[in-house]
């Protein structure tokens, strides 16, 4: 499993700091997670902003993966389009004179699908998505296929699980609750 770097794809050079990685924090002001989740979800996110910001995975394995988190994950859509716009907004329109910077999420996400979208453009914003709406499955527990999905892949690309996520991955494959 390898990133695509698209044309309009930012390259990031080995510790290149993302655009504006920060956790929505809309997500977790009333949650009741512990330390350790918390701290494990900030770290998927910045790695998850870095992989929406470097291009998008090219196989059947990360299709196949996180097409659950896009089809099963019982997540908020809205805030995983916040999530992506935040790690995608400034990246996407590539190269569109006159588009400039679009704030609000929703309108970004009408104008890349919209007819002056490119392919490329909407097939990054749907990498995203994917990732977004995969990070925001793994908050919720117990994990399911969707958050296994994102961290199995995130492992793939060279991501270090914490113990708390290693301990809900097993749960994860051997479909236990942890109850």
């Known amino acids: 499993m390898h990133l695509t770097r698209t044309a309009a794809s930012p390259a990031l050079a080995a510790g290149e700091a993302v655009d504006d990685p920060r ?27 870095e992989l929406a910001q470097a291009g998008y995975l090219d196989t059947g394995e990360a ?14 859509r809205s805030t995983a389009l916040r999530m992506a716009h935040t790690w995608l907004g400034r990246h996407i329109p590539s190269g ?14 009408q104008r890349v699908a ?9 097939s990054w914003l749907a990498w ?4 977004a709406v995969a990070e925001l499955s793994a908050r919720t527990l117990p994990w399911g296929p969707p958050a296994g999905s994102l961290v199995e ?27």
């Open 96 to 109: 569109k004179p006159g588009w400039g910077q679009v704030d609000d999420a929703e309108s970004w996400r």
């Open 114 to 122: 919209g007819p002056d979208g490119s392919d490329e453009d909407r």
């Open 153 to 179: 892949m995130l492992v793939a690309e060279g991501y270090d699980p914490s113990p708390w996520e290693r301990r809900e991955l097993r749960r994860c494959r051997s479909g236990s609750d942890g109850a």
């Open 63 to 76: 299709v196949r993966g996180l097409s659950h988190a896009l089809l099963l994950a019982d997540v908020d």
């Open 128 to 131: 995203g998505l994917a990732l």
């Open 23 to 49: 956790v929505d924090a809309w997500d977790w002001a009333d949650r009741p997670d512990t330390q350790e989740q918390a701290a494990a979800s900030i770290r998927r996110s910045l790695r998850c902003a």
